[in-house]
Structures are given as structure tokens and as C-alpha cells.
């Protein structure tokens, strides 16, 4: 989904506080912000890696973190949720199946914000009047509000007191149901009857599974989606964060390639090369929000030229009868394929076509940087997993010198 769609049905999920303090932004804003959103990965690891490029730019622009605080009944996994957001291992909850395992408030770093672990609050007792006192005293002094539920039981009636304590508070909210995983086939009733019980449309729970870390990409969207400064540092790091993703693509495409160019017999790499380059094509497009099909990554591949290139530096390469066969097949291989990938991260982020020029220096410098590495002598091609290694080696040491090159 592009640009405004996905915050407009982000928005239609979250509760009203939030939705109001989206409306008051001016419209300039909300079309940045909305941008922005509708970009950001819809996994776990890619969330992490893209959480640890914004932090800097976090920090540069609002200071101070915003505190989200983790609020809920006991045992309704709110330890194991705050372990799964935190960074530093040094900072992680001790987790128990026992009720008061938690009894004071934790808080952590979760990279674009702080994150804070309560004791359960719905306790009955000295203690548990205690504890709650601990929770909603948190919760006060939080910017935001996870509140958590058991899906395994569903919300009692002592938690939707709880959950009408949390909303007096005044505080943006976002209701989480955890154990979404122990429900089997009852999924979308569980969800159903907790929303009802809560006074939400089914649409404002969000399920997830704090144990096996499913749901947490639209835990953490929806956390984002309720404070711009957090949107503002992710749209600042995506660019960083896709040349990474981006990059770690080529380099294992790159030495596929260069792996499948030691076959021996002519041309039977020629439809696995093909097949790894449009592969590699298509999860570029993916990473810059584009969809493409096949038989689109081929035509890409003949408009920027890479046979012409990929005979043109085999000849180049081999004229004066100096490296063996193998050696030349498994360079050119992979340094057209690295261009190949350059090529194509260039024109799905800024609709640009690299020029034939940058595309060639960039091929001959990782084929160079190959060659040179498995020369020294050897006669034998080697294994196709040392030549792995080397083309790796060649890629980080040759190549990425020469990205800003040749990317002009």
C-alpha cells in the first residue's frame, strides 16, 4: 500500500485520542507522515534493522525519548513483551508463569523510544493494591500506553475496570491482546469478544505474540503512528537502511554468480545466471516498495544492457590469453551482477537509469578485485564455497568503493 492509504487505515484502527492529535497536524504534515508510513517494513528483523538506523536521527531531533509504557493484568506477558522491544540485553525482565513476578516498574531502550515494564495491575490484596499503585503511577509519567490483554482468557471484569482507570488518564493508548497464538481457529472471535468487552471495534486490538514476536510490526507501527517525531526519524532512516538491505542482496546474488560461472560446460550456467539476477532484481524492487513480476526484472535486465556488458568485459578480460577460463567466467559473473544490482537499486529509488559508463567501471572493478584475490598462480579453479568467500571479500573491498562513482 503507497503513501496516505496505509495511515489512513492505521488511523481508522487506533483509538480516538490518537486520531485527534493526527487531525490537529497541519496537512503538510499529515502528507510527509503519511508518506512515510506507508514505506516502513511490515516485518519483525526488518523493523529492527530500520529501529537501529533511526536512533541517531531520533536523537538529533527530539532529544528526550518518548517513554511507552507496558500496562496490563498480571501474567498477560508484558515481561515478555518488553524483553522482545528491548535492545540491550543487560536491561531484560526476569519472566515467570507466576503472578507478582514483576514488582517494580523496568524501563529499557527500545531504540526510537523508551520502554517501560509495570507489575501487573490487577491484583487483590495489600500487594496487588501495591503493584497497582506502582502501574498506574507509570502509566502517569508514559507518553504512550501499551495495554495488554490475555487472549488466552479473554478480559475480565476486573481488567475492564483496570482498562477504564488507564483511559481516565488521558493518555494515547494502544491495546494489544497477547497469547494470540494459543487460540487456534478462534482468532477473529477472540479478538471480537475482547473489543467488545473494552467498548473497541475489532479493528483497535491489535493480536500479537509477544512470545514468538508475531504482530509486533503493527504494534510498533501503531506506536510510531502516534508521535511524528518518531515517524520523522524512520522516514529519515529509510534510505540508509534500504541501501543495507539492498546491499546485503547484491552481494549474495553476486557470488551465486560467480559460484554458478565455474560450471564447466558451456553455457549450462546461462539460465541459472539469469534466474538469480532476476531474482535478485525483483527482492530490490521489494525492499523500495515495488512489486514486479519476472518476466519485468528480465526486461530491466536487457534495458540496462548487462549481456552486452558481461561479452564485452569476458573479451576484455580474457584477450591477451593471461587468467584461465574459470577465472574470468566467475569475475565477470559477479561484477556484471553487483552493476546489475546497483543499476536497479539507482532506478527504483530515484527512477534513474545508471549510465552505460558507471555500469562498466563498476563491473570491471569487482571483476578486477576477484581476480587479482584467487589469482596468485593458481592454475585449479577452487571450490565454489571459497570463491564464495573471495567474492564477498571483493565485493566489500572493491565495490563499495566505488558506489558513489559510479552511482553519478
Known amino acids: 500500500m503507497k503513501d496516505g492509504g496505509r495511515m489512513t487505515t492505521l488511523i481508522g484502527q487506533?483509538?480516538?485520542?490518537?486520531?485527534?492529535?493526527?487531525?490537529?497536524?497541519?496537512?503538510?504534515?499529515?502528507?510527509?507522515?503519511?508518506?512515510?508510513?506507508?514505506?516502513?517494513?511490515?516485518?519483525?528483523?526488518?523493523?529492527?534493522?530500520?529501529?537501529?538506523?533511526?536512533?541517531?536521527?531520533?536523537?538529533?531531533?527530539?532529544?528526550?525519548?518518548?517513554?511507552?509504557?507496558i500496562v496490563g493484568p498480571a501474567n498477560s506477558g508484558k515481561s515478555t513483551l518488553y524483553?522482545?522491544?528491548?535492545?540491550?540485553?543487560?536491561?531484560?525482565?526476569?519472566?515467570?508463569?507466576?503472578?507478582?513476578?514483576?514488582?517494580?516498574?523496568?524501563?529499557?531502550?527500545?531504540?526510537?523510544?523508551?520502554?517501560?515494564?509495570?507489575?501487573?495491575?490487577?491484583?487483590?490484596g495489600p500487594v496487588g493494591d501495591e503493584e497497582r499503585l506502582r502501574a498506574l503511577a507509570a502509566a502517569q509519567a508514559g507518553?504512550?500506553?501499551?495495554?495488554?490483554?490475555?487472549?488466552?482468557?479473554?478480559?475480565?471484569?476486573?481488567?475492564?475496570?483496570?482498562?477504564?482507570?488507564?483511559?481516565g488518564l488521558g493518555k494515547p493508548m494502544v491495546v494489544a491482546l497477547n497469547k494470540i497464538d494459543l487460540v487456534g481457529g478462534e482468532r477473529a472471535a477472540v479478538i471480537g469478544k475482547a473489543a467488545a468487552a473494552l467498548g473497541l471495534e475489532a479493528s483497535q486490538v491489535v493480536p500479537v505474540s509477544a512470545r514468538l514476536g508475531t504482530g509486533l510490526e503493527r504494534l510498533l507501527l501503531s506506536v510510531a503512528a502516534s508521535e511524528p517525531g518518531i515517524v520523522a526519524a524512520l522516514g529519515a532512516a529509510l534510505p540508509a537502511f534500504r541501501a543495507k538491505l539492498a546491499q546485503a542482496v547484491m552481494a549474495r546474488a553476486a557470488s551465486t554468480a560467480g559460484a554458478i560461472a565455474l560450471t564447466p560446460l558451456p553455457?549450462?550456467?546461462?539460465?541459472?545466471?539469469?534466474?538469480?539476477?532476476?531474482?535478485?532484481?525483483?527482492?530490490?524492487?521489494?525492499?523500495?516498495?515495488?512489486?514486479?513480476?519476472?518476466?519485468?526484472?528480465?526486461?530491466?535486465?536487457?534495458?540496462?544492457?548487462?549481456?552486452?556488458?558481461?561479452?564485452?568485459?569476458?573479451?576484455?578480460?580474457?584477450?591477451?590469453?593471461?587468467?584461465?577460463?574459470?577465472?574470468?567466467?566467475?569475475?565477470?559473473?559477479?561484477?556484471?551482477?553487483?552493476?546489475?544490482?546497483?543499476?536497479?537499486?539507482?532506478?527504483?529509488?530515484?527512477?534513474?537509469?545508471?549510465?552505460?559508463?558507471?555500469?562498466?567501471?563498476?563491473?570491471?572493478?569487482?571483476?578486477?578485485?576477484?581476480?587479482?584475490?584467487?589469482?596468485?598462480?593458481?592454475r585449479q579453479a577452487p571450490k565454489r564455497g571459497e570463491i564464495a568467500r573471495h567474492i564477498e571479500e571483493a565485493i566489500e573491498n572493491e565495490a563499495s568503493a566505488n558506489t558513489n562513482d559510479a552511482a553519478q
Open 143 to 167: 507518553d504512550l500506553l501499551i495495554v495488554l490483554f490475555d487472549a488466552a482468557h479473554g478480559v475480565r471484569p476486573s481488567e475492564q475496570a483496570l482498562y477504564t482507570d488507564l483511559a
Open 267 to 378: 553455457f549450462a550456467d546461462f539460465l541459472p545466471l539469469i534466474v538469480v539476477q532476476s531474482t535478485m532484481v525483483m527482492s530490490i524492487a521489494r525492499i523500495y516498495a515495488y512489486r514486479i513480476t519476472l518476466a519485468r526484472a528480465r526486461e530491466l535486465i536487457a534495458t540496462f544492457g548487462v549481456g552486452f556488458l558481461a561479452r564485452s568485459l569476458f573479451y576484455e578480460l580474457s584477450k591477451f590469453g593471461g587468467p584461465p577460463g574459470w577465472l574470468v567466467s566467475a569475475g565477470v559473473a559477479a561484477g556484471t551482477t553487483l552493476a546489475l544490482g546497483r543499476a536497479a537499486s539507482v532506478w527504483f529509488e530515484r527512477g534513474e537509469r545508471m549510465s552505460g559508463e558507471a555500469l562498466q567501471r563498476l563491473s570491471r572493478a569487482t571483476a578486477g578485485g576477484l581476480m587479482k584475490r584467487l589469482g596468485s598462480g593458481r
Open 14 to 69: 487506533q483509538a480516538e485520542d490518537i486520531r485527534r492529535a493526527w487531525n490537529a497536524l497541519p496537512a503538510a504534515s499529515q502528507a510527509d507522515l503519511s508518506k512515510t508510513l506507508g514505506l516502513l517494513p511490515g516485518d519483525l528483523k526488518s523493523w529492527r534493522g530500520l529501529i537501529g538506523e533511526a536512533v541517531q536521527h531520533l536523537r538529533i531531533a527530539a532529544g528526550d525519548k518518548h517513554r511507552v509504557v
Open 83 to 124: 524483553n522482545t522491544l528491548v535492545r540491550g540485553s543487560g536491561e531484560r525482565a526476569a519472566v515467570s508463569a507466576l503472578p507478582g513476578t514483576t514488582l517494580q516498574a523496568q524501563a529499557g531502550d527500545a531504540g526510537l523510544f523508551a520502554i517501560v515494564d509495570t507489575p501487573g495491575a490487577d491484583l487483590s
